[in-house]
Structure formats: C-alpha cells, structure tokens
C-alpha cells in the first residue's frame, strides 16, 4: 500500500506519485525506469533518481531520512474528490491524501471511508451549519446526502427507532483536531429534530403544549443539555500550545429516549479524569481553565460582587499566582467576556438560582485567591502565614465561609492519623504548606466540577419512562506528546489507548469474525492490534498503572522518580512496547535533551511517548489530609458542605474518596467501554489540519500521521478487500420486498429468497454477482451497492407513489391550488438550495428570487379570487419566475464551485511553495556560513510574505459568496458557532468593501492574482537555487572538513601513544612539553575546523601535524638518549670488571692503553647524549660499547695465554707425576669420555640496552647502517642502534609500550612497530564475517550484520552504540564482556 515497485519500459511517462518528507506525496511522471532504479520528474520541475528496492528493505542506521517511494497515480475525475473512499479506483496513502486534500480546498471537510467519518478542521467558519441546513439531513436515508456530522447524527437516530439499540458515536482525533465542535454539533442537531419529531407528533395529536417534558415555547430537556455545554467548557477546557480551546476532561453525554420513541426524555452527562493539576500549574504558554479568565473580565465589567476581592487592580490576571505563571492571559480567538455570559446563561439552563450562582462565583474565587497565600518559617522550626499574604486568606475564609484561624493552621501543620485513633502531628515547613494549599485547590476545584455535572444530571435526568434507550457522544481529549509527558498524559494516553482498542475491534476483528462465521471468503488482511500495550499499562498485578497503585500502599517509603522507574524496568524492560530511557539510550526527549533516569518510554498506536516520573505517587493517592477535610466540612457554605461531606457519616463516599485516581479511573475506563461494545457504535475521526491553526492550509505530513496512526488507513484497506455492507436476510427481505419474485410468498428460508430477490431482472441489469455474497445468515454486499439497491427500488415504486399522491392531492383541492403549491415548494427548494450552497447573497439570484417572491404573492392571490383565467395565467407566470430561480441558483453554484476549484489549484501552490520555504529555512539552519544563513533566511521569508498576500487575498475573495449564510448562522446553532459566524460576518464586510474599492474586473483580478502568485513561486524557485550553490559549497566544506578531521585524529593517536608520564618521572620535561605544544595545536585546529574557509583550516592542520612530529621527534630522541645512558653505565661497569681483573692477573700494563681508549669513548658517548643528533649519538654510543668490548677481547687473549703457559708446565709436572705414578699403586683420576673442559675464566660483555621509552616504536630512517662490530670479536659481542620512530603510521593504541620503569636488559634489536593499518589488515582477514568467527561471535552473526555494514562500523562504536548491539543480540554478560575486548582490540573508543 505504500510503495510499487514493479515498474518497466512501458510504463515510462505515466504518472506517478512520489514521497517527500515534507510535502508527504508530489505528483510526477515517470521519466525512465531499468536496473532496479527509476526516474520521476515532479510537476515543478525537480528530478528524483530511485531506487525501487530500497523501500522494501529494513531500516538502516545510517539513513538520514526514508528512501523515496513511488505509487501509481490515477487522476479523479471530479474537483471534488470522492465522498466515500472506498470508491476510490486506486487505494494507496497517496491517492487516500489527495482526496482529502481536493476536498479540504473545496471546502468539502467531511469524507466517508464505511462506517468513520473523516473530519478536518478547517479553523474557519464555513456555511453548511444552521437550522436549514439540519432541515435538509433530517429524514434522509443514509447515503443520499454528502458527508457531514449531521448525517451521522442522523443515521444514529433513525438507527435507534428502527433497531431499538443504544447508539452511540465517538469522536476521537489529537488536540485541536476539532472533536469539542463536533460534539457540539451533533448535539445540536439530535436536539431539533427530537423536537421537531416531538412536535409534529403534538401536533398530530392536536396538543398544544407537553413538548418534550416543557410547556409552551420553553426550551426541551435536549436544549437544556446544549446550552449547558459552555458551563462545562469554562470549567473543563484551557488553552493549551495545540488547541485554544482543549477539554481536559472527558465527556460522555448522553440523550435518552423512551423505547420506540423519537422524542428526547432525559439526559446524563459522564465526566472523566478532570485535569487538577492545570488548576495550580501550567505550561509556558497555556493558560489555567477558562472560568478564571472570565471571571476576571466579569469583575471588569462590575458583574462580580465585591466579596469576591476581585476589584480595581486586582482584576487582572497578572496579579494572581495560579493565572501569571505562564505568560498567557488573552486568546485572539476567545472572548472571556462573551464566554462569561454564554455561562450564565448556561446556569440558568440548568435552572440553577442567582443565590447559588453567587455561591459557585466564589468558591471559584476562593480557589483563585489560595494560590496567592503564601508561608515563612518562624523560629521554632514551625511555619506560619506570610503577613504579605494576609489579605488573600482573608477572602478564602470568607469566601468558603470558614475560620480563618483553624484554616491557616491546618495548611501549616501535618496530622497523620495511626490504627488506633493516634494523631500524630508534625510541622509542615514553607514548601510543604504550600503542597498543601496547592492540594487544597486542586480538591475544591475537582469536586466542584464534579458538583456542577452532578447537578447538571439532577436536570437532565427526569425521564420516567420505565425502559430507556440512548443516543450517546463520547468528546475526549486525543493522544498528547507534549514538552514534557507526566501523570496526567499517562491517564490521556490509556484512553486513547482503549479506545482505539475498541475502534480495532470493531471495525477489524468483528469484520474477520463475521467473515468467518458467516463463510465467506475474502482477502484476509493483517489486522493491527494494541492489546499488548493496553496490558502493559492496566493488566494485573504488574501493569505500570497496578505497580502505580502498589507503591501508594507503601506509605512513606514508596518509590517516585528514578526508583519508580527502575521498577518499571525491571517488570517491562523486555516488553516490546516498552523502552527503557537514561542518558546513554538512544531516546530524546521532545525539548531535544537526553531521557534521563526517571524517564520511560511507551509505543503507543499513535507512536512512542517518552514519559517523565515527577510526583506519580502522590498525584496516584490524590489524598486531602483529614484535618483539612474536617476543617473544610465545617462551612456554611452549602455548596462547600455537600462537596465536602463531614467524614464518619457516609461510609461508601468516604471508601471512594480514598480509591487511587489510577483504581477509580480504570473503573469509569472499563464501564465506557462496555457501553460503547454494547452500543452500535460508529466514528468520527478529527483530523487537525496544521499546526498554526490557520483556514485553508494543509500540512499534509501531518495530516497522513495522523490517518496512519489512528487507523483510518488499515480500515481503508480492510474494507476494501472484503464487503462493508451486511444485512440479515429478514431484514433484506422486509425491506426489499419490492424485489420478491412471483410466488415468493412459498419460499420458508429467507436465504433462498434473498437470493432470489437479488436475481430480480432489475437488479440483476445493476448488480453484478461479484458484488456481493451470500452467507449463512446475512447478505454482504461492496460498497454503494445497498445505495444502488435502494435507487432500484424507488424507482419500481415511483409509478405507484405518483399514483397515491395524484389520488390524494385530488382530495385536497383543485388543480390550480395544486399548481401554485407545487410551483411553491418548487420556489421554496430552489431558496434552500441557495442558502446551503451560499450563493444566496450574490446580487441576481436575489434579484431572481425577489421576482420569484412577487410572482408568488400574485398567483397566490389569483388563486384565492376564484378569477380563473387570472389564474392561469398567474400561475404560468409563477412556473416561469420559479424556473428561472432555479436555473439562477443553478448558475450561481456552478460559478462559485468554479472559484473554489480555481482558489483550490492556487491554495494548493501556496501550501506547496510554504512547505518549500520551511524546507530552505531548515537548510538554512543547517548551512556553516552566517551570511549564507541570513541570505536564504531572508530570500525564504520574502518568498513567504509573498505567499501570505495571496493566501489573504484568495481567502479574502472567498468570503463575498458566503455573506447571507453568515449573518443567518450569527443567529442559529450553539452559542460557539454563533460566534464564529458572527466574526466571519464582520470579516466578510470588511472584505467585501476592500473588493468594492478596487475597480478591477473579475477576469483583471484573476489575472492579477495569477501574476502575484507566479512571482511568489518564482521567490520559491530562485531560493532553491540559492539554496542548491549553497549546498554544494557546504558538501564541499564538509568533504573537506572529514579529510582534515581524520588528519587530525591520526596525530592525536599517534601522540597519545607517547609516554608523557614516563618521561616525566625520569625528569625529561622536553617531552612533556612538545606534547602539550602539539595538544594545543591540534586543539587549535579543531577549533578552525568550524571556520568556513578551508585554507585557514589547512594551515592550522598543517601546524598540529608538524606539531605532533615534533613531539615525536622529541620523544624519539629523548628515549634514545635514555636508551644511551642506560648502556654507557653498563658499558662502564663492564670497563670496570675489566680493570679489576686485569690488575688481579698483573695485566695492567697490557691493558692500559686500550683502558684508557675505552673510557675515552665512554666520557664522548656521554658528551653526545646533550646533541640533538641522534645518528652522532648511535654512533658515539656504538664506538664506546665496541671499545669496552675490545677491552674484554684483549683480556681474553691475555689470559688464554698465561692459561697456556700454566698449562704448560703444569702438564710437564703432570707427566713428571705419571712417570713416578706408574710404578706406585695409587689410583688414576680422569675426565668421562667426551667431555670438553668448562672454560676457567669469561670476559663480561657489555649487555646493550635498546629501550623504546617513547613508546611510539622504532624505524628504519633512523641509524640505518649502524656500525658493524670490530673484527674478531667474540659472536656474542652485539651492536647497539638506538630506538627510532615511524613517523607516518601512528601505532595502535593497543601495542605494548615499554617504560624505562621496567627496563629489560637485552640483546639490541631493531623493534618491529605495528601501524594501525597493519592491525586493521589483521583483524578484517577477508572482512567482517572473518572478524565474527575468529572472535566466536558465529551465534549472533545475523544480528551483528543487521546493525553494523563493515568493520569501519565497529571501529566507530561508542559505548552506547555497543551495549544497543548487545541488547539486541541478546548477549549474556561473559559474551558481553569478550565482545567489548574485541571491539577496544580492533580499535574503538570504549571502556572496559
């Protein structure tokens, strides 16, 4: 449904749609297709290259926005659109949106898709509300007049007196969507036809009076019910950032009519979760509920009586803690003072008396005054009233009528209440009082509410009839994703979340059920279902909001915050509609910040909603202190008395008062809902039109959200596939018997029948088998076709019904009489039908309906004067006037309907170029250069000012057809729609005489809006241009900016491997500061990294890599000079040795010289380590190491031959020995066979220390021909080559780096220095799969390659990227820790 991907040659310039972000579907033509991509050129002339196979493929991390998408595109064929989408010939979003869009422009705001009803908020008054307009709908069969809220209002109605089943319509959609007029309107209309019902029923009676429960012209129960609404509203509804006017309560109301009845008896009104804590506190930029403003205004105006208190400059919102806290006191579109009468009125409907009228004003008063009482601590740790505050509790007390005393020292103290009738009381300090004053208002406030419905309902609920049933509407506030989500949006949110359950069931699983039952096969279709996320938040015993109520019995010790969330966690973490939040999740909040501890998110049916846990559990408990409650229940206030009834004495009311706000919603939750699955329920889907409430705009990424989220788009495609309509075979029959066959009246199975019937030959001419089918006990048939049925039928009855009405007219008069009221209702109908289309004001239908008007006051009188000639020809007169008004009127709606769909085109190219502009401003945003910033800023707004002129001239221009519709809607319908039509009217006079001072012609004014709006879009294009050069210089810069930040990145790794710490504890400073030298370079250059010129960034990079060499150099030297030194004193000692032994062999003259030489070449290897050479140094070192070798060799000799010499004599001694020997018996003494003599005497060597203290490892460019050893020399004699660096790869931060701490003396080599590069190589193997085996990561292979494409991926992790791939590999914690190993072997910044 959202993308097709099957596309070839053939299909080259077909038409198309395309997806965008931020204009949700463009039209475009297929310009080339082949190898799996496709070319679509937009109709304003961009080019997009797709790839088609790109959609089908799961999301990658990497994407930075969606993958464009190509749908078929079929042009409707009408400018209005289809009224009912399930007619629509294709079915995807885009087609479904383009729809609502021709219609939206035509100001068609009401679509069907089967049983919803799709309703945009328009944010104007439009025309098609009234008392006429009511007189058109009522009575007509469902199906036959355009989309409306009356229809469904209607449908319910007649629903209920045909079926006898509670009805009942609920209006869902987001805040601001429109739900509260909706509501208002359907009230509104079930209320005239019940008394228009009731009346003609009096009437047929001939009863003049016992309308409706009332006598004479007072108003019925069901006008009572509406102009009730505004008490409600000022009580319950409050600005916010989305809606002026958003409920932030629930309400279902309900009309009751006696069984088989039509006349309304009673009513009801159930309210839900009220939102107390506005009372105290509100968003920046909302405002506290209405009736405070409003009162306020009264009090301006001397309506208030002075013991209110507020008088003079107190009459003013900014003075008052619970209205000056968030910079919101006026709305443009409400007039407090206007609404404050609309409310009392309101109280008299509900026959409520002056007296306690005054009472309500203040108490309402006494709530608005408690949040200027402030404390301050005394001296002994206690609380007492702040003396600036005095006044305003001298006005609580007074106006609640209590004792100021026993109340101010309630608020500052603290009463717990232990088994065993214990009080234990405690003083409260400054912030806890004011917890407490804040809790006071918020319960005064609550009940008081609940007391104002409560007596609403004692009105409305006089029925007596012993049976009842109902017509119920059901305004609740829609999902909310605000700044910060807290408690209350919790509760908001489960609402929404049940009753989109219920909206699942109805409209998806009942459709698969009844399929099933009644055996027919259709296209199964996936159904959504949010059972899951319904169960995480009220399932028992571990739902968030059941934990919730658990941690409320804990008392003092109950969880809040972080704890709460972390049990949230623990009992969800693995649940998939539940996310766990923190700084190091990948979740924001809506402010752009980091979740932190307490926060959790939950994936609602709408989306995810990142929650904030403040205050949960006392919010939960909702809980007065009893002290307080007792002092409160001491009033003489009647009203504060019955809302706060004296504990002890009702023992239900007081186990209720103390259910959690969690336990006693859920149970108000729960009882809705099973009256709305055992009512027959329809919907009305409210879809908000844009953010910046303006009329004729459409923000259509908004608007498609919000028909995914709230299912509209499944059902679409639910209903599609299978047959919406359904009737039970008897009922078919019954009401289609005009299709019986003949001996029909033989058939005993009414399936048979139906079928029969359905084979009529005029239905079968209509009706193709395909479109429908028979199951086991209903009939199902495809959309329009019970329509179609219901045509055929009145026209085989039509003859008939001419018949009967020529009999009957003939029995009421003559034939002229019968004439002139033909051609009268004819006149009458042509007069509605220029009402309702709103071209009743344009100057020649007036004119043709005075004409009409004056012909019938003529033929009415000919006709009376029994002058029959007269007559005739007045009534031929009267015909002609009347079809001529007819063929006015007719003109008039085919002109207006071409302007609309001219201003609809132009609308439609302004919303386009505005979403453009938005676009280029956030490319603005997003540009490096501040002079580019500011110069498409600027090109953006003009292009948007430009557009705004037109938008207010189109919508200025519109205006002119609408003015008679206006000022008649000024005086019909609810007091809110008065208003408005009052306001459009004003609007519309003032247009109507800027149009009037201009002197151009229709066609010159078109043309010159045309002209102003080709420049707007031009405005458009050339900053996309712009827009375009701009770009291409920051990829350039970007480009640019990526190859120096690697440069620097290879310097910083390169001189992080030096040991600054190890230099520094052998006292060589040089080192230490040559990095320090390099960090401030490559610091510096980070810095020049956001310049926006390259060349800057160049030589700063430059310098931090000459920087780094240097360091390196220095490092390199300094570890050698070590190196050096550490071999020098052992050369030295070795020297030493030599000495010693020579002396003791009396070889000191012999080796005197070459003594001398050696310790010569030691004291200038010495003086070489202070030169900044490292070769002089290599080879000074290397000239005294070989010297003192060469001490050792010449030792060697000499004592090999004094060794000789003894040898020798001893040997003639031994033969002198073995001649004497071999004449005597004393035994011999030999060496075992083989064995070689072990050496008696061995020369130390100088054991060469090669030490890499600068830990950056050696290289060849560095004393590459060391020295070769003298000749002669003994094997073990070694050559010293200092340590060197490779000064281009940096060493991986893994190496092993050696420290002069834990020198080893060895045999000198030349250290081989793995590069980055080389472990890279060593690591990859073939790639990333050789990684994953040769680290036995083979069990989570398919979830490693899911989230990461190549190992440059797993070098670049971080630690939150890491434990996400965990998480979702599922490790356990000893994979988990050799997973991190790996990953800081192959080089990412991690910690262990």
């Given amino acids: 449904m959202n993308h097709h991907s099957r ?8 038409l198309c749609w395309v997806s965008d972000p931020a204009q949700a579907y463009m039209e475009a ?170 009346e003609r029923e009096a009437k047929r009676r001939s009863v003049g009076s016992d309308i409706d429960g009332h006598h004479g012209n007072q108003p019925t129960i069901a006008e009572r019910i509406v102009n009730s609404n505004p008490l409600l509203e000022s009580y319950g509804n409050a600005k916010t950032l989305r809606n002026d006017n958003s409920s932030r309560f629930g309400k279902f109301t309900r009309f009751d009519f006696g069984m088989g009845s039509a006349v309304i008896n009673g009513g009801h009104i159930e309210n839900l979760l009220l939102e107390k804590v506005r009372v105290v506190e509100q968003g920046q930029g909302e405002r506290n509920y209405h009736v405070f403003y409003q009162l306020v205004e009264a009090a301006k105006q001397n309506m208030l009586d002075s013991i209110t208190g507020i008088t003079g400059s107190m009459a003013n919102c900014d003075k008052h803690t619970y209205t000056n806290g968030s910079g919101c006191i006026m709305v443009d579109s409400i007039d407090d003072r206007e609404e404050y009468n609309a409310m009392v009125g309101a109280l008299d409907a509900i026959s409520v008396k002056p007296e306690d009228r005054k009472l ?50 309630a608020l500052c103290v603290r009463v717990r209440e232990v088994p065993g009738g214990e009080k234990v009381v405690s003083n409260n300090n400054p912030k806890e009082a004011r917890h407490l004053r804040d809790a006071l208002a918020k319960s005064i406030y609550s009940r008081l509410f609940d007391w104002l419905v409560h007596r609403c309902n004692q009105t409305f ?43 699942n069931d109805i409209i998806f699983k009942a459709e698969a059920e009844e399929y099933s039952r009644e055996q027919i096969e259709w296209d199964k279709t996936a159904f959504p279902d949010n059972t899951p996320c319904i169960e995480l938040l009220t399932k028992r015993p571990h739902g968030l909001l059941r934990i919730l109520d658990a941690e409320c019995l804990r008392g003092m010790s109950a969880s809040d915050g972080a704890n709460l969330a972390a049990k949230f966690n623990r009992a969800h973490g693995n649940n998939n509609f539940y996310e766990i939040c923190g700084p190091a999740s990948v979740w924001r909040r809506n402010n752009g910040e980091r979740t932190r501890e307490e926060d959790f998110l939950i994936r609602h049916f709408a989306g995810p909603i990142v929650y904030t846990i403040s205050m949960f559990v006392d919010k939960n408990r909702d809980a007065l202190f009893g002290h307080v409650h007792d002092i409160v229940s001491m009033s003489n206030c009647p009203i504060v008395s019955d809302i706060f009834p004296k504990r002890g004495v009702d023992e239900a009311a007081e186990q209720a008062s103390k259910q959690t706000v969690a336990n006693k919603y859920l149970g108000q939750l729960n009882t809705l809902v099973n009256d709305l699955r055992q009512s027959s329920t329809r919907f009305v889907r409210c879809i908000k039109t844009n953010n910046e409430k303006l009329p004729a705009k459409l923000d259509k990424p908004l608007v498609l959200r919000q028909l995914i989220c709230s299912g509209v788009m499944a059902a679409l495609e639910v209903r599609r596939a299978g047959f919406p309509t359904r009737i039970p075979f008897r009922d078919f029959v019954r009401e289609f018997r005009a299709f019986t066959p003949r001996g029909g009246r033989h058939y005993t199975d009414d399936k048979e029948l139906a079928a029969k019937m359905m084979q009529h030959p005029h239905v079968a001419q209509k009706v193709k088998s395909s479109t429908y089918r028979l199951g086991v006990s209903k009939l199902f048939l495809q959309a329009e076709i019970l ?56 100057a020649y239908v007036i004119e043709s309906i005075a004409v009409g008007e004056r012909a019938k006051e003529k033929a009415s009188v000919a006709v009376s004067s029994s002058a029959t000639p007269v007559a005739v020809e007045a009534i031929v007169e009267f015909r002609k006037a009347v079809d001529h008004v007819k063929k006015i009127v007719a003109a008039a709606v085919a002109q207006k309907e071409e302007a609309y769909r001219i201003r609809a085109v132009l609308l439609s190219e302004i919303d386009s170029g505005n979403e453009r502009c938005s676009a280029l401003i956030e490319v603005a945003n997003s540009l490096y250069d501040p002079k580019d910033v500011e110069i498409l800023r600027t090109h953006a707004k003009d292009a948007e000012k430009a557009l705004a002129a037109c938008r207010t001239e189109l919508m200025t221009v519109a205006t002119q057809w609408e003015t008679a519709t206006l000022r008649l809607s ?353 690591a990859d193997g073939k790639g990333l799969d050789t990684w994953i085996d040769a680290n036995s990561f083979s069990k989570y292979s398919t979830q490693i390659k899911n989230l990461v494409d190549d190992l440059d991926d797993l070098r670049e992790i971080e630690d939150a990227d890491a434990d996400e791939v965990i998480k979702e590999c599922g490790m356990a914690k000893i994979p988990a820790r050799r997973f991190k190993k790996a990953l800081i072997e192959l080089g990412a910044r991690i910690s262990k």
């Avoid at 209920?160 to 805040?175: D, F, H, M, P, T």
């Avoid at 005095?390 to 006005?395: E, H, I, K, L, V």
């Avoid at 900016?1041 to 520094?1064: H, K, T, W, Y």
Wanted: with cysteine.
């Fill in 7 to 14: 596309w070839s040659t053939t299909d080259v310039g077909g």
């Fill in 29 to 198: 033509s297929l310009t080339a297709v082949g190898e799996g991509r496709a070319t679509a050129k937009t109709t304003d002339g961009r080019e997009f290259d797709i790839d088609l196979k790109a959609p089908l493929l799961p999301p990658s991390r990497k994407q930075k926005e969606p993958p464009r998408r190509l749908l078929q595109r079929v042009p409707l064929t009408t400018n209005n659109g289809v009224e009912n989408m399930d007619n629509l010939a294709v079915l995807h979003e885009a087609s479904i949106l383009d729809n609502i869009q021709r219609r939206f422009r035509m100001d068609l705001i009401y679509t069907n898709t089967g049983p919803i009803l799709i309703a945009m908020n328009p944010f104007k008054w439009l025309p098609i509300y009234g008392d006429d307009v009511i007189s058109r709908f009522h009575g007509r069969p469902y199906g036959s007049m355009p989309p409306h809220v009356y229809q469904e209002a209607e449908d319910s109605f007649v629903q209920l007196q045909k079926y006898r089943k509670n009805q009942a319509i609920v209006i869902c959609g987001e805040s601001g969507a429109g739900k509260t007029e909706s509501t208002k309107l359907m009230l509104h209309y079930l209320a005239v036809v019940s008394k228009r019902t009731s």
């Fill in 360 to 409: 309500i004003f203040n108490i309402t008063c006494a709530v608005y005054w408690l949040g200027d009482i402030d404390f301050e601590p005394t001296t002994n740790d206690a609380t007492k009233l702040a003396s600036s505050t005095q006044g305003a509790m001298d006005y609580v007390a007074k106006l609640l009528q209590l004792d100021k005393k026993k109340l101010s020292d």
């Fill in 461 to 503: 609920d006089v029925s007596s009839a012993p049976e009842n049933q109902y017509i119920g509407i059901l305004d609740i506030f829609g999902f909310e994703d605000m700044m910060e989500n807290t408690f209350e949006q919790v509760f908001i949110n489960t609402t929404n979340e049940q009753l989109q359950k219920v909206f």
């Fill in 787 to 842: 329509y179609e049925l219901e045509s055929i039928k009145n026209n085989m009855l039509y003859p008939f019904v001419r018949r009967l009405q020529r009999w009957w007219v003939k029995l009421q008069g003559s034939i002229l009489q019968r004439k002139f009221k033909r051609c009268s209702a004819d006149l009458s109908e042509a007069m509605t039908e220029a009402s309702i289309k709103a071209v009743s004001a344009v």
């Fill in 970 to 1322: 000024s005086e019909q319908g609810p007091h809110t729609l008065r208003r408005a039509g009052t306001k459009a009217s004003l609007d519309n006079q003032r247009s109507s005489r800027e149009l009037d001072a201009s002197a151009m012609t229709p066609e010159e004014a078109n043309a010159a809006r045309r002209k102003r709006l080709d420049h707007a879009m031009t405005l458009v294009r050339e900053a996309e241009t712009k827009s375009q050069v701009m770009l291409e210089r920051k990829r350039a810069m970007d480009e640019a900016r990526a190859e120096f930040q690697g440069s620097l990145d290879l310097a910083s790794e390169r001189l992080s491997a030096i040991q600054v710490d190890v230099f520094i504890i052998s006292g060589i400073k040089t080192v230490s500061n040559a990095v320090a030298l390099a960090r401030e370079a490559i610091f510096a250059a980070q810095k020049a990294l956001q310049a926006i010129d390259p060349e800057p960034v160049k030589m700063a990079v430059e310098e931090a890599t000459q920087a780094v060499e240097n360091a390196l150099a220095t490092a390199q030297h300094e570890a050698a000079r070590v190196a050096a030194m550490v071999t020098l004193d052992e050369s030295e000692k070795t020297l030493v040795e030599i000495e010693y032994s020579a002396q003791e062999q009396g070889f000191s003259e012999s080796l005197k010289n070459v003594i001398l030489i050696a310790q010569e070449a030691i004291a200038t290897a010495r003086q070489a380590c202070s030169y900044p050479d490292v070769h002089v140094l290599t080879n000074s070192t290397q000239r005294a190491v070989d010297a003192v070798n060469g001490c050792g060799e010449l030792l060697e000799r000499e004592t090999a031959r004094k060794r000789a010499a003894e040898k020798a004599k001893f040997d003639k001694l031994l033969g002198i020995w073995d001649a004497r020997a071999s004449s005597s018996s004393v035994p011999r003494f030999a060496r075992k066979d083989g064995a070689q003599p072990k050496p008696l005497f061995r020369v130390p060597r100088v054991k060469v220390v090669n030490e890499d203290v600068s830990g950056v490892g050696s290289s060849s460019d560095v004393a590459a021909n060391p020295p070769s050893p003298p000749q002669g020399t003994s094997p073990e004699a070694t050559t010293f080559t200092s340590p060197t660096i490779v000064p281009i790869k940096a060493p991986h931060p893994t190496n092993t780096q050696l420290s002069p701490t834990g020198m080893k003396k060895t045999v000198m080599e030349t250290p081989v220095v793995s590069t980055s590069a080389d472990i890279g190589n060593k």
